[in-house]
């Protein structure tokens, strides 16, 4: 059994993100697979689904629901599941055979974060963890969320630095939208982005999301300068169709 993972909370996303999730999982891997969805709101997410309720961490807000949320899954026991599990973020994009995560390196393997590739720290979109691996992750910043949040700026920083053994996927594997896909400027007012090759994952950090890049939309934060229209530009993209629904 090849056990994935996601989370689901609040309205940022709808339940059309876990259904078009399980179906992309199920056209690139071989059964059988289940998926585990850790969500405050199970409706609308098809049966097939594995939900359980999302749990919460000891952090005042707004870090209590941001990512560090994820660090749930560092808990002694994760819903029902045990043994290796590959978690991914809702909003990634999965272009290619999912097996290989399954064979590739032992323990926790994540994606390298592409805009800090000297500093060794993952990007957890998509990564694999073992149940009960680093249960100190967890336990640490449950006691005293404080300290933790005062010395790392994010919970994959945080992750990275205090695990005791990380591994990268291979470069080729987990690409971002915004870093590998659409094209510099100023060709990307002109040419569609690419899935880059060799690429099973794209993950779509912030924004666009994969339907706003599907449209070729580009939203801004609110009060963010008109002048970042300029750069801040993605044209059409036709494929996320083909491969997220």
Not at 95 to 109: H, Y
Not at 122 to 145: C, E, I, K, P
Not at 202 to 217: K, L
Request: proline content about 9%.
């Amino acid at each position: 059994m090849k056990n994935f993972l996601c989370m689901k909370w609040g309205d940022l996303y709808g339940p059309e993100y876990v259904n078009n999730l399980y179906a992309s999982i199920a056209r690139n891997v071989t059964p059988p697979f289940r998926l585990t969805c850790l969500t405050d709101d199970p409706a609308g997410i098809r049966d097939e689904v594995a939900c359980f309720d999302c749990p919460t961490v000891d952090a005042p807000p707004p870090y209590d629901n941001t990512g560090w949320r994820k660090l749930v899954v560092w808990d002694e026991q994760v819903a029902d599941l045990e043994g290796d599990v590959l978690f991914l973020d809702l909003d990634v994009v999965i272009v290619g055979d999912l097996d290989p995560f399954f064979e590739f390196g032992e323990g926790f393997c994540v994606a390298r974060n592409w805009t800090q590739m000297k500093a060794k720290v993952g990007n957890t979109s998509v990564f694999r963890f073992t149940v009960g691996q680093a249960t100190h992750l967890y336990r640490n910043f449950m006691a005293d969320a404080q300290p933790i949040l005062d010395r790392y700026d994010n919970e994959q920083i945080y992750v990275s630095r205090e695990i005791e053994r990380m591994t990268f996927w291979p470069d080729a594997w987990c690409k971002s939208f915004k870093v590998h896909c659409i094209p510099p400027m100023p060709l990307r007012w002109f040419m569609e982005p690419r899935i880059p090759e060799g690429a099973r994952v794209i993950a779509f950090t912030g924004t666009p999301n994969p339907p706003d890049a599907a449209r070729g939309e580009w939203p801004l934060k609110p009060g963010a300068p008109a002048y970042k229209k300029i750069y801040k530009h993605v044209r059409p993209t036709s494929w996320i169709a083909e491969y997220w629904k």
